[in-house]
């Protein structure tokens, strides 16, 4: 399957931290024959791929499948949904913004007091998470308790769009790692692979804590998306990373110093396959790595991200380039890591 | 037409201020069937005559505006960003991370910039438009082979439908509007009437109500009828400044307006058994009954709302239900006049 249109169909699937399950079942049902696996006890599919050889030391690689988004967390008297951020979003994203809420997917759209009626400070300010609200279209709590529960999942309504030779979508952070290692499945690998799909990163990378303790890995990769800055609003030393610059694989960033000398392979097999790779110019952000690494007795660690502009938004932005950049240097890393 | 469908064909069609061919022409194909309508370049206005128009009877206005709130493009940078200002009073709360189109040479899809948390130390203040850029994937060259300074950009959300007979969407302010009069043509439909009755579709009223100035004039009604949103109760908002969503019309009462018109609208309301609910204004409207009341040698007006939540924003929210139940008010009051 093409890459990008399997991205599109997974950015499509709801699936915020902790309800992951819409895109674990779409997942197994793209792995089911080509690889060995199990879902483990916090929802993380553990795969293992068989190559045509098999290695003393042992890869892992990773994706996680959560997305960013809201928890159901109270209904007023007058049928209005209050709710939380799962993972981090800015409050500033949400507001005017459609969402889908619960299993039954109903539409609900986030809004508040009317902007003519603010006063000019309240015009400044931008509307904190305890004050927004969802508005189902129903006038009383009986009415939205028939649509909607306490606890219940809220996503961006999403709109996967191109533009140019762009992609724009919510939960591409980190659908594109999922995108990437399904197509590395497909294609089969050289050396017997572990692939883990795990939950729960946004919230504090907890389903790759126990997806590494069980693989028990010597090396590992993480397939990630990751901060792209490069918008005129920034300056040349804030921006990060920047589209149409390749893979970006970093020296280290809010959660993890990354193994040297998977670094220098990295930008070697660059160099080698004529794959363009950057590295992050800001110590930011974090991934799965940050729990990956300091597993067990320690796991040499890689991250390979796609740069992605407005992450955490429903309208991130990442250049098509750039996902063929890591598919390349995540396919070569992967065989070459077993010859150091 | 069933009214949901009506706003699927209007609402997502583009009509930014100055531009609104496009969304003027979308109400006029649905209208072709019930007399003759046509768009107006010079003044952005679409007309519509009511089959039957006859010089000798007197001419009832209504008006509804056609443009809705969006951008303009001021500059592109060299690496294919555009700069834009405000058409109309943008809700600059909902601008980060939002849909855009952006109507140069060709549609284009674009995406409003924001700086990710990550990197963010402030993010309680709300940008101005001045500090935003669109992001439309393109590098300089291709962005500038599309786009033109002054070519307009649009907020992007096709209506969809909340419980009951609710629904969201961009430029329901005022294509909930336009739908009303064309529901109500349509209830007209073969029914000899004692007045003529013209629909004008006003440009840039969300600019300071230009359409509905030049249109009036060209037009020169006996009476009018201005049929805009209004605000919807909602909370944290003040019960006293509101109506009240799927409460029926909001009959306007104002120094400026007709009261004979009102209350000849409330007592048809009364009559009929219609839904109403009063909207009372102490001046002006803010509404292109401004324009229209001192046309020429001055026109009775009155405005009628539809009652909208969360006005100004890419979800504003309406009630399917306000829209019949005013289109019928509205059909039986000219269907009684003489």
Do not use: W
């Not at chain 1, 594109?176 to 690998?189: F, N």
């Not at chain 1, 990295?266 to 991934?287: D, H, L, Y």
């Not at chain 2, 005022?174 to 029914?191: F, M, N």
């Not at chain 2, 409330?266 to 219609?274: E, F, L, N, V, Y």
Request: hydrophobic letters at 40%; charged letters at 25%; one cysteine or more.
């Amino acid at each position: 399957m093409n890459m990008f249109k399997e991205l599109q169909t997974l950015c499509n699937l709801n699936g915020i931290s902790g309800d992951e399950k819409n895109v674990r079942d779409y997942i197994i049902s793209q792995i089911e024959g080509k690889c060995e696996y199990n879902v483990d006890p916090l929802g993380n599919i553990i795969a293992l791929c068989m190559g045509e050889k098999t290695p003393d030391k042992k890869l892992m690689i990773s994706a996680h499948m959560d997305e960013v988004g809201f928890i159901v967390t109270y209904i007023t008297d007058k049928g209005l949904i209050k709710f939380a951020p799962v993972g981090g979003i800015d409050p500033r994203v949400v507001f005017g913004k459609r969402v889908k809420v619960g299993e039954k997917g109903v539409y609900g759209v986030v809004g508040g007091k009317v902007l003519h009626h603010l006063e000019s400070d309240e015009k400044q300010k931008a509307v904190p998470f305890d004050k927004l609200y969802i508005d189902i279209g129903a006038d009383t709590k009986e009415q939205a308790e028939e649509y909607v529960s306490l606890g219940d999942s809220v996503c961006f309504d999403n709109s996967f769009i191109t533009m140019g030779d762009k992609l724009k979508s919510k939960a591409i952070d980190d659908r594109a790692g999922c995108a990437v290692m399904l197509d590395m499945i497909r294609h089969g690998v050289e050396y017997d692979t572990y692939f883990t799909f795990v939950v729960q990163e946004e919230i504090g990378l907890r389903g790759s804590t126990a997806a590494a303790y069980t693989v028990d890995p010597d090396y590992a990769i993480v397939l990630e998306a990751t901060t792209a800055a490069d918008i005129p609003a920034s300056e040349d030393d804030k921006r990060v990373c920047e589209l149409d610059k390749g893979a970006v694989v970093s020296f280290m960033d809010r959660h993890t110093m990354y193994d040297k000398a998977l670094y220098s392979l990295a930008f070697e097999i660059g160099k080698e396959k004529g794959i363009p790779v950057q590295t992050k110019t800001m110590v930011a952000g974090g991934n799965d790595a940050g729990a990956i690494h300091k597993s067990r007795g320690g796991v040499k660690t890689c991250a390979i991200s796609v740069p992605c502009r407005y992450l955490h938004s429903p309208s991130c932005v990442i250049s098509k380039s750039d996902l063929q950049s890591v598919r390349a240097l995540a396919g070569e890393l992967s065989k070459r890591i077993f010859q150091l | 037409m069933d009214t949901f469908d009506i706003l699927c064909k209007l609402a997502p069609a583009f009509g930014v201020s100055g531009d609104e061919q496009e969304a003027a022409q979308a109400a006029l194909d649905i209208l072709s069937e019930y007399g003759e309508g046509s768009f107006d370049k010079t003044t952005g206005n679409a007309v519509f005559r009511r089959a039957g128009f006859d010089d000798s009877k007197k001419t009832i206005l209504l008006d509804a505006h056609i443009d809705e709130i969006g951008f303009v493009v001021t500059y592109i940078t060299d690496d294919g960003f555009l700069k834009v200002a405000p058409v109309g009073g943008i809700d600059r709360r909902t601008l980060l991370a939002s849909e855009v189109t952006v109507f140069g040479r060709q549609k284009i899809k674009g995406v409003i910039t924001s700086t990710p948390p990550h990197l963010e130390d402030d993010n309680k203040k709300v940008p101005e438009v001045s500090d935003i850029y669109i992001d439309c994937g393109l590098s300089g060259e291709q962005a500038k082979s599309i786009i033109s300074l002054g070519d307009k950009v649009s907020m992007v959300n096709e209506p969809v439908r909340l419980l009951g007979s609710r629904v969201s969407g961009k430029a329901l302010d005022d294509r909930s509007g336009v739908a009303v009069l064309i529901k109500t043509i349509e209830l007209l439909k073969d029914k000899p009437l004692g007045v003529n009755v013209v629909l004008l579709l006003s440009s840039q009223e969300e600019t300071g109500e230009m359409g509905a100035k030049t249109g009036a004039f060209d037009i020169s009604p006996d009476m009018a009828i201005a049929v805009d949103v209004s605000f919807a109760y909602t909370q944290g908002e003040d019960k006293e400044e509101c109506g009240e969503l799927s409460k029926g019309a909001m009959i306007g009462i104002s120094p400026s307006l007709s009261r004979e018109l009102s209350d000849a609208l409330i007592s048809c309301a009364k009559d009929k058994g219609i839904p109403y609910q009063y909207e009372i204004m102490n001046g002006r409207t803010g509404t292109n009954a401004d324009q229209i009341t001192i046309s020429k040698g001055g026109v009775k007006t009155v405005t009628v709302s539809i009652p909208e939540k969360y006005m100004h924003t890419p979800v504003e929210v309406i009630d399917l239900e306000d829209i019949d139940n005013i289109a019928r008010l509205l059909a039986e009051f000219i269907g009684g006049l003489k």
